[in-house]
């Protein structure tokens, strides 16, 4: 009676724990692609413009994907090389999540994804919402220019209605949807009555994704193309008058793939060149740099969101001019910190005096800083007091052998599921290489299963278990089962502690959330298996019986 009892409990402990790491994932992925910035609703007030315009015009050749690497290789681009001669160029900087609507949304308000209130993953078409924070091409018409996009159709859906004249969309990512969206934007060039154009080239994230990565040919031919149509797209400036900046949103790992913390998809490369640029290679830079160093060519106002700085060694500027955009930016920059500070704390007290953009960053980083301290430290404690209790409890009712081999075998699982994972895979720790749910999530399951039973299945043999009775074996492979959950899920300890139970007023660690994640996911499956393998008692004790000549123990 009193084993039927300890059975009745154990599976239902393990079924808890696999509804539980259900929800647990699902809402977790759902917080993180609902994600809004804190100031969403209280956008800070755009300011003053940055003075008279520099340039005529601004054309930006966003590449998609484009690597460091593959621009800086003369073979495959030789265009963009040659033109670096006459170009401000250098490496630039993003930060995850490194998917190309966060990045989109970064070039134009010039704030990182965790303000600027664009989408931090890619949504599909249909629930992209319009950037709230102050932009580019909302800049420009309230200054009484003109605009134009061409390029892929979810920029259709991310700018604001009505803050772009002119526009052609489409939902190809290859070479022909390339060529059409350069050909519907050359019309555009010649015409000086269009002061911003943004021209959207997808092939070569296609190549990532869909044809092999970096490391196969068709990515670096679609380059080459790119590069093609850089070069048609320059030929139809006059640089005396106008200026083109060609940069990337984001890499991708060599496999093909990006959405992570890997260096290789948060480097991107950058070129400004024509009316208005002292060329030269400069150092590297932030992503958040672009948008105020735009809005400074073309004398529109600094984003009011901005969390960058006009790249003004790369303009030739004078030192009134430099005066006024100073007192832009800091007049902007005090905006911005009062309007974070009031959605974070409004008991929050900072500098008075915010001249630059250096001051009020680091400002903005202290008032996030201290209340994700706070909630770091009880989330800590939680954690802390719920572990040792558990492990307490385990020690207590099991015998010292028993929670040795138990240990033993949940360390075999983690290193079997690793070993698959990182060294026959090569898969990296993060969302890099996710192609899409199900495929994560049917990776995970056959991964986890896999792995357990082999796991369950020496532990069974060295420990001769099979020669208990049904019951006893049953009740091991549930002990064994919570065990090996218990020690799976130290990532989302982790995880809860530094990034809380769900995304909530600030985007998470992304590789501590990620490896949370997954590790929901194992202790999904881990549970799910353990309880079909604890029905499977039966057949495992009939066979044993027949095959091992020793005696079986009745309960």
Not at 177 to 193: F, H, K, M, R, Y
Not at 389 to 413: D, E, N
Not at 422 to 439: A, I, K
Not at 526 to 543: E, H, Y
Request: hydrophobic content about 40%; charged content about 15%.
């Amino acid at each position: 009676m009193k084993t039927n009892y300890r059975l009745f409990i154990g599976f239902l402990i393990c079924l808890s724990l696999a509804g539980i790491s259900y929800l647990w994932a699902s809402t977790l992925m759902e917080s993180l692609y609902n994600y809004r910035s804190p100031i969403s609703k209280t956008p800070p007030t755009p300011g003053e413009s940055t003075g008279d315009r520099i340039t005529s015009k601004i054309i930006i050749v966003l590449i998609d994907a484009l690597r460091v690497d593959t621009a800086n290789n003369s073979d495959v681009m030789p265009f963009i090389n040659k033109m670096k001669e006459e170009s401000a160029w250098g490496i630039m900087h993003s930060q995850t999540p490194s998917y190309s609507e966060p990045g989109w949304a970064t070039i134009l308000t010039g704030a990182w994804p965790e303000l600027s209130d664009g989408p931090v993953m890619n949504l599909d078409y249909e629930n992209i919402y319009p950037l709230t924070q102050d932009n580019i091409f909302s800049a420009a018409q309230r200054h009484g220019l003109k605009s134009a996009i061409s390029g892929y159709y979810w920029f259709e859906k991310l700018l604001p209605t009505g803050s772009v004249d002119m526009g052609f969309y489409t939902e190809g990512e290859d070479n022909q949807a390339d060529i059409e969206v350069v050909a519907a934007a050359l019309p555009w060039l010649t015409d000086d009555n269009i002061n911003l154009i943004l021209i959207h080239i997808d092939q070569v994230d296609f190549a990532g994704h869909h044809q092999g990565g970096p490391e196969n040919i068709y990515w670096d031919e679609s380059a080459n193309r790119a590069d093609t149509m850089v070069k048609t797209i320059v030929g139809e400036l006059d640089l005396n008058k106008d200026t083109i900046v060609v940069l990337s949103d984001h890499g991708q790992i060599d496999p093909g793939g990006h959405g992570g913390q890997e260096s290789i998809v948060l480097t991107e490369p950058y070129m400004f060149a024509g009316k208005g640029i002292r060329p030269g290679n400069y150092p590297d830079i932030e992503m958040v740099d672009i948008a105020p160093t735009i809005s400074v060519l073309l004398g529109l106002n600094i984003p009011s969101a901005c969390q960058g700085q006009p790249l003004l060694d790369l303009i030739n500027i004078d030192s009134e001019r430099k005066s006024l955009v100073n007192d832009a930016i800091s007049n902007q920059q005090k905006q911005l910190l009062s309007a974070y500070s009031k959605a974070i704390n409004p008991k929050n007290t900072f500098p008075s005096e915010i001249t630059d953009v250096v001051s009020a960053q680091e400002s903005i980083r202290n008032i996030r800083n201290s209340r994700l301290r706070a909630e770091t430290l009880r989330r800590t404690l939680i954690i802390a007091i719920l572990f040792g209790l558990s492990f307490i409890l385990f020690l207590q009712t099991q015998k010292k052998t028993i929670v040795f081999g138990f240990l033993v075998t949940a360390i075999g699982y983690i290193l079997i599921f690793n070993f698959r994972y990182y060294f026959l895979d090569q898969l990296p720790y993060s969302l890099s290489w996710v192609t899409g749910q199900n495929e994560l999530i049917m990776y995970i399951a056959v991964t986890s299963i896999s792995s357990f039973f082999i796991g369950w299945l020496l532990y069974i043999l060295f420990s001769k278990s099979y020669l208990k009775s049904i019951k006893e074996i049953s009740l091991i492979t549930l002990k064994l089962t919570i065990s090996t959950i218990f020690l799976v899920a130290t990532p989302i300890y982790i995880s809860f502690a530094i990034n809380g139970l769900l995304v909530n007023w600030t985007l998470p660690d992304m590789p501590s959330m990620y490896l949370a994640f997954i590790a929901l996911l194992q202790c999904m499956f881990i549970s799910i298996i353990g309880c079909a393998l604890t029905l499977f008692s039966t057949p495992i004790n009939i066979v044993a019986r027949k095959y091992s000549g020793e005696y079986l123990y009745e309960n």
